[in-house]
């Protein structure tokens, strides 16, 4: 029996087998899934902060869920997806870290 791999993500334009831009793909696939549950972990511990206690801790929260959105996005679109409304539904990110995306910190 013979593998074929999907002709979608393997196949160089002349037709050919394209051993790296598969695996190219696939190594951009994982980057993206273990950024994604970056932004999960980093969404979790925000929502699991208080914004009534120590505004310190809660703003290094807010500060690290936004830098990993803002990484997940970037690695969206290596990966080819341009809109990313549809992240920020799945996600339920807070308009809060919409709002950082971006801003670096001193």
């Known amino acids: 029996m013979t593998l074929k791999p999907p002709q979608n993500l393997s196949f160089s334009s002349s037709g050919r ?27 979790k511990a925000l929502k699991a902060g ?7 801790v809660y703003e290094k929260l807010l500060a690290d869920a936004a830098d990993h959105v803002w990484a997940f996005f970037i690695q969206r679109e290596i990966c080819g997806f341009r809109n990313q409304a549809d992240a920020v539904r799945r996600y339920e990110i807070p308009a809060e870290v919409m709002g950082r995306l971006g801003v670096s910190r001193r």
């Open 17 to 43: 087998f394209d051993p790296l831009a598969y695996e190219l793909m696939a190594e951009k696939a994982d980057a993206l899934g273990r950024s994604g549950q970056k932004v999960e972990a980093a969404l």
């Open 50 to 56: 208080d914004p009534a206690g120590d505004p310190q």
